[in-house]
């Protein structure tokens, strides 16, 4: 560790030095063996220029008494040594302690150089913002092991979570700030739909805060135990073993009117919350206003759930509704189903003649052949009574929607009718992060949800300027997870 800048220089010119042999040498090697030779020398010169510039600002002449948070401090001779994660590696520097005037030893310190240098709780910022990027792509421990690869070390799985506790709370303040670009374009398109993460359930979250026993010789012995002392009871039919909590997703974007019709997604923007539907058309309804709500057309699409209708009624009351193509063509085939042999030709040729109606906005034509189809089936024998039952639902749920299937009047107009986007968003925001094999999510999934949402649209580097600007310590602890328990939907008996 170098003591003195003139020691710190010699330092950086021997590892120049060092870098220059391995260029010049004659030994005979592959450019892979140079390369990943350079890269560790590269590295090291690295911490080397790290421990020059920290010793240089260690040096810099400063006020032996300050104040700071509108407390006296006093900087005497007492110094403290300890471990800086950069980018390079880690390096050791030694900087002077400012204590308050008049308090006891135990009284908590300053530390004016690690303020003045930005650093974060014994990392760069730099450092925290890379390992929290690589976090809300990848799974902890890849993400452990990526930043390794490239940098040499990794932090600790207990501070890589200090660092996504720490960094998680300011993604949403940054969205909310985003200021609206200048060339949005002309039509606003909102879209909603949801998915369920995987949540530790709170018999899990007691067996994992159990005192661990001795690790066993035999670890298959010892598994097939612990599945005899606590065998999971049979799942019946319907049930699912993911004991899930809904993250709620929004994607709002604009299409741009050329020449040759809409042209889009234009800014598209990604929004999402564990909290509730609510909460997210809440959050929606100010980015939308941002971006012309209320002065724009603006179309609403999603899925049939009633719950996102009666929000949309709610907080876009001026947005032309229309449920998504696809999955009113998929109630189409369900009806279909009730009346030709699943596969044949009869059934491929009824439903592709309800799409041409509900395409051309002849519904009544349609709902005429459905009820007509409904006629013909036998009300005797379980199966036709089980076959009206469905297609009777299938008619209901269309004519419940039939002033949100304005199909004809949106594609006329170049405008979209289905809700692929969301579709897709919440694929790649939820089910690639956050519902991968073995993953167990409590309070922290919050955050890498708003932190993922900043990564896919493209604003990471804005986000890590507006972090900079803060004063950001990790906690001393990770944040324990609480537990979540899904509640099993019952379906309603038909009356």
């Not at 391995?22 to 010169?45: I, S």
């Not at 207990?158 to 660092?163: A, F, G, K, N, W």
């Not at 006329?412 to 073995?438: C, F, H, Q, T, Y």
Request: glycine share 8%; proline share 4%; with cysteine.
């Amino acid at each position: 560790m170098a003591t003195s800048i003139d020691q710190a220089r010699r330092d950086v010119q021997q590892r120049v030095e060092e870098l220059k042999e391995l260029a010049e040498t004659e030994d005979p090697r592959t450019f892979d063996d140079f390369e990943r030779e350079t890269w560790k020398g590269l590295l090291g010169l690295g911490m080397a220029l790290a421990m020059l510039f920290l010793v240089r600002a260690v040096a810099r002449r400063r006020e032996q008494r300050y104040v700071h948070d509108g407390k006296v401090y006093v900087l005497g001779k007492e110094t403290r040594t300890s471990e800086l994660g950069s980018r390079f590696g880690k390096v050791f520097f030694t900087r002077p302690v400012g204590r308050r005037l008049g308090f006891f030893k135990r009284a908590k310190v300053d530390l004016p150089v690690d303020r003045e240098l930005g650093l974060c709780s014994g990392f760069s910022i730099g450092v925290v913002l890379s390992v929290t990027r690589l976090c809300a792509q990848m799974a902890f421990a890849n993400a452990r092991a990526t930043f390794a690869d490239f940098c040499g070390w990794a932090p600790s799985s207990r501070s890589t979570l200090r660092m996504v506790d720490a960094v998680g709370p300011l993604a949403r303040p940054f969205v909310e700030q985003v200021a609206v670009v200048d060339d949005d374009g002309e039509v606003l398109v909102v879209l909603v739909d949801a998915r369920g993460a995987p949540m530790i359930g709170s018999v899990e979250y007691s067996r994992r805060r159990m005192k661990r026993a001795a690790a066993a010789a035999n670890r298959r012995a010892e598994k097939r135990r612990r599945r005899q002392l606590d065998p999971k009871p049979r799942r019946t039919k319907g049930k699912k073993s993911k004991n899930a909590k809904c993250a709620f997703v929004g994607v709002i974007y604009t299409l741009r009117r050329t020449e040759d019709g809409f042209d889009g997604p234009v800014n598209k923007r990604l929004y999402a919350t564990f909290e509730s539907h609510r909460k997210l058309f809440e959050w929606l309804q100010k980015e939308a206003k941002k971006r012309g709500y209320g002065e724009k057309r603006c179309i609403f699409l999603a899925d049939g759930l009633d719950h996102i209708w009666s929000l949309q009624e709610e907080f876009f009351p001026k947005a032309e509704a229309c449920v998504d193509w696809y999955h009113i063509v998929e109630k189409l085939w369900a009806a279909g189903g009730c009346l030709h042999r699943e596969g044949s030709n009869d059934l491929t040729d009824w439903v592709h003649a309800q799409k041409t109606l509900l395409r051309r906005g002849k519904l009544s034509q349609m709902f005429s052949n459905l009820s007509a189809a409904y006629a013909t089936l036998p009300a005797k024998g379980r199966a036709n009574q089980a076959k009206r039952k469905l297609l009777l639902d299938v008619m209901k749920h269309l004519a419940k929607n039939e002033h949100r299937m304005p199909y004809s009047k949106l594609r006329k107009d170049d405008l979209p009718i289905g809700s692929g986007a969301v579709e897709g968003a919440v694929r790649n925001l939820v089910g690639m992060r956050l519902d991968g094999p073995g993953m167990r999510w409590g309070d922290r999934s919050e955050k890498v949800l708003h932190l993922r949402c900043i990564h896919l649209n493209g604003q990471w580097n804005e986000f890590a300027r507006f972090v900079s600007t803060r004063a950001l310590t990790l906690p001393a602890q990770p944040k324990r997870a609480r537990p979540h328990d899904a509640v099993a939907k019952v379906a309603k008996e038909a009356a």
